[in-house]
């Protein structure tokens, strides 16, 4: 039998970053703002607004900073009151803590998506939202948009886990005022760390720009689309100049050098990642015990991870099913049940003000995350759906499904 796969080793970086990072070496050329023009962050910038289709891009130290410098650029006064599914990392609501904003939580339902519901009630109480597409999982940004725009409440979008997702064709990040991507080793493109906004705003943008770190005139170093001048761009600069705080959350050319050539993979990984997700998936549902959410309709997805609900089981059925794809080489975490997890609402205890979210609690108790790195073969793949189906089927066999 094939030994189970390793899900945490990366894919190699491609060769020709090496070639990028020895000129920096020679040149020790690291700080994006020392070249005249061309610094391997500038190039980034203009290559992923590019590849999203914004017209600004800001390369920074990780999504964090970008959610941080997003809420920051909105302007919003102290204590506003920021909206965030009750299902994200840990970082998101830190994000809005740390910009001396107010974290609301709405319910997510069983599909790992915002409850509508729940979320046009909240929106009447907030300034601004963060839809936090969790796991890669889009919410539905036709209705999160027609309400925010009803009422003129900012949207940023949490893209963290989502580059390479499309919402009617339209990427992710680019349908909110703003999009946060990630670049640390669990997202689609791999620096260890890092992080990158988009935008169309040329007051958003530069506002941001100024409050990573781009002191004296360093904004000169930032252009418009195609890296052409931008008289909206200056002038906007111009209006900021000195007026705000500089945060200093800047990305090194080092890690542009290991990012940019990742930048054509990028389809690839996307389109493996469905395709490996889908097998998964498909194999996953023939179980009564278990059930993998739908996309919805306009969503296509670029997952590097599966999530699946456990059907029927309770929780030390849950618990025992984790335990026994474990013992066969296949880590399973329920998100509700392993300690002090940092996507389980309950553990941010440094909230101030707390939430009930008994609908979310539930999908939490039951959600299973499984990571499928993009890299795997469909022989590997097998190995870890035949893993999951038998320790599934042992622990829900071993009881009277049906309750009699
Ligand atoms: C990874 C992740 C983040 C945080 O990204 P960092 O670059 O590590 O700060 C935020 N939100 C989601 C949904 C993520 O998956």
């Given at each position: 039998m094939t030994l189970p796969p390793n899900v945490h080793d990366a894919e190699p970086?491609?060769?020709a970053a090496r070639e990028a990072i020895d000129a920096l070496m020679q040149s020790g050329?690291?700080?994006?703002?020392?070249?005249?023009?061309?610094a391997p962050v500038a190039l980034l910038e203009a290559e992923f607004a590019e590849l999203l289709g914004s017209k600004y891009a800001l390369a920074v130290s990780s999504c964090s900073a970008a959610l941080f410098l997003s809420l920051k650029a909105l302007d919003l006064p102290r204590d506003a009151r920021v909206l965030i599914p009750?299902?994200?990392?840990a970082a998101v609501p830190s994000s809005v803590v740390h910009a001396d904003c107010i974290p609301v939580l709405c319910e997510v339902g069983e599909n790992y998506r915002i409850d509508m519901a729940d979320f046009a009630v909240k929106l009447?109480?907030?300034q601004a939202v963060i839809i936090s597409h969790m796991r890669g999982h889009t919410s539905d940004m036709d209705a999160i948009m027609d309400l925010c725009n009803a009422r003129g409440i900012p949207v940023i979008e949490d893209a963290a886990h989502s580059l390479g997702t499309t919402w009617h064709g339209r990427n992710i990040?680019?349908?909110?005022?703003v999009g946060c991507f990630s670049f640390q080793?669990?997202?689609?493109?791999?620096?260890?760390e890092g992080g990158i906004l988009i935008t169309d705003d040329a007051d958003l943008v530069a506002r941001a720009v100024i409050m990573s770190g781009a002191y004296?005139?360093?904004?000169?170093?930032h252009k418009g689309p195609r890296g052409d001048n931008s008289p909206e761009l200056e002038q906007a600069f111009a209006r900021w100049q000195n007026q705000l705080p500089l945060y200093n959350l800047r990305l090194s050319n080092l890690s542009a050098a290991v990012i940019r050539p990742q930048i054509p993979e990028l389809a690839r990984r996307v389109r493996d990642g469905l395709a490996n997700h889908d097998y998964v998936a498909e194999r996953l549902n023939?179980?009564?015990?278990i059930n993998v959410p739908a996309p919805l309709k306009p969503e296509r997805r670029a997952p590097d991870s599966i999530q699946f609900n456990l059907v029927g089981l309770d929780e030390a059925e849950t618990r025992a099913f984790a335990a026994a794809a474990d013992a066969r080489g296949v880590k399973v975490q329920v998100f509700g049940l392993s300690?002090?997890?940092?996507?389980?609402?309950?553990?941010?205890?440094?909230?101030p003000e707390k939430f009930d979210l008994p609908q979310t609690r539930d999908m939490l108790m039951k959600a299973c995350d499984v990571r499928l790195p993009v890299r795997l073969t469909r022989e590997e793949l097998d190995v870890i759906a035949d893993i999951l189906l038998a320790s599934v089927a042992e622990v829900a066999d071993a009881v009277p499904a049906y309750g009699t």
């Open positions: 970086i491609p060769a050329d690291l700080f994006r703002y020392t070249a005249p023009q061309d009750g299902f994200t990392f009447d109480d907030v990040g680019t349908i909110g005022n080793s669990y997202k689609m493109i791999n620096a260890g004296e005139h360093n904004w000169k170093k023939t179980s009564p015990y300690e002090d997890n940092a996507r389980a609402f309950w553990n941010w205890q440094f909230l």
